[in-house]
């Protein structure tokens, strides 16, 4: 099967911008959670969706948003990009649902906000 | 609130040393456990996961980590690590009453020396 794959894997934006990041799960998931990480913060939960519905979504601004479709594929959306929202978004999958599912990572898309 | 402690930031350790990492959890009912590894520049690899069973499991690469209740701690071991090994780890908690979300550490990166 093939894993989690993220695009792009590369962005470079200016302040004020928005960015629209994508991931596709791992074939016959339909778990998808969007995680920010940074140096200084570590690993920060963003959201989760299920089936086309956010089940769970993390401490961020409404600027963040996020969507999924029909085929488990999954959007995130920053807008008004701020310098401080320069970080790795990892997007990660999984088969399970409740305590026991097992997440499975992209390689991530490195956003830079100049 | 509940959290995850990965009391090193860093260690080192020389090519062909035993490595033990430490994790310790907030107290609470038996959570499930995971440990990840990232390479840098790269998304979260699974290491090993507990659910339940034999506290001492086997994952990828030669490591394998043990669950010990009284200590609420979850610590990921290897007998010989080798200069590929060098890479960020995160355990990660699932606790029964947080919605099923993972609750990160803050990451141990181990450095191996020639």
């Known amino acids: 099967k093939a894993g989690v794959t993220q695009t792009p894997r590369y962005l470079i934006k200016t302040r004020g911008q928005q960015v629209t990041l994508s991931c596709s799960p791992i074939?016959?998931?339909?778990?998808v959670s969007w995680y920010q990480q940074t140096p200084g913060q570590g690993l920060q939960f963003l959201f989760e969706y299920f089936s086309e519905t956010q089940r769970n979504k993390g401490n961020f601004p409404g600027r963040f948003s996020g969507r999924q479709f029909s085929n488990s594929r999954s959007e995130m959306n920053v807008s008004t990009l701020e310098l401080g929202d320069s970080a790795l978004y990892l997007c990660a999958s999984s088969g399970q649902t409740g305590g026991q599912k097992t997440q499975y990572f992209g390689p991530g898309t490195r956003l830079l906000v100049l | 609130a509940q959290s995850v402690t990965q009391p090193d930031i860093h260690i080192t350790v020389s090519e062909g040393a035993s490595l033990e990492l430490r994790c310790n959890y907030s107290?609470?009912?038996?959570?499930?456990l995971f440990w990840y590894v990232q390479s840098p520049g790269q998304g979260l690899q699974l290491l090993l996961k507990y659910f339940s069973g034999d506290t001492l499991v086997q994952g990828i690469k030669g490591f394998e980590a043990e669950f010990k209740r009284s200590q609420s701690s979850f610590n990921l071991r290897k007998p010989s690590v080798h200069w590929s090994d060098a890479a960020e780890y995160f355990c990660a908690v699932v606790f029964m009453d947080s919605n099923y979300q993972l609750i990160w550490g803050a990451g141990t990166k181990l450095i191996i020396k020639p």
């Open positions: 074939s016959g998931h339909r778990s």
């Open positions: 107290y609470g009912a038996t959570p499930y």
